[in-house]
Nanobody
Framework: QVQLQESGPGLVKPSQTLSLTCAVYGGSITISRYAWSWICQPPEKGLEWMGAIYSGSAYYSSSLKSRTSISRDTSKNQFTLQLSSVAPEDTAVYYC??????????????????WGQGTQVTVSS
């Protein structure tokens, strides 16, 4: 059974960089068929795909590309999100997820098979 666990600060000040880590248990992040994504959900809004790391390469949402960086540490079996120049609008629950690119449509978040429990991040001074 694969488990994902997000960690990071719950409060970030405006203009700072948000850093979150997703630890993966029960499965290797180096298996090429799987993509590892970050998804956020602002208050009273829907889920937004932010980006993913897949086969060692990172892919980003066009709307967040200039502020987002996703990387992985294979020795620790974890991947990280960095979101720079945060603003109050970046307040959201952040999820790390896995999807199987051989068996799902990456545009359908409902087909992502494993999710972390989510971590609340508030951007406020």
């Amino acid at each position: 059974q694969v488990q994902l666990q997000e960690s990071g600060p719950g409060l970030v000040k405006p203009s700072q960089t948000l850093s979150l880590t997703c630890a993966v248990y029960g499965g290797s992040i180096t298996i090429s068929r799987y993509a590892w994504s970050w998804i956020c959900q602002p208050p009273e809004k829907g889920l937004e795909w932010m980006g993913a790391i897949y086969s060692g390469s990172a892919y980003y949402s066009s709307s967040l590309k200039s502020r987002t960086s996703i990387s992985r540490d294979t020795s620790k079996n974890q991947f990280t999100l960095q979101l720079s120049s945060v603003a109050p609008e970046d307040t959201a629950v952040y999820y790390c997820t896995r999807d199987d690119r051989l068996n799902s449509d990456p545009k359908r978040l409902s087909e992502y098979d494993y999710w972390g429990q989510g971590t609340q991040v508030t951007v406020s001074s």
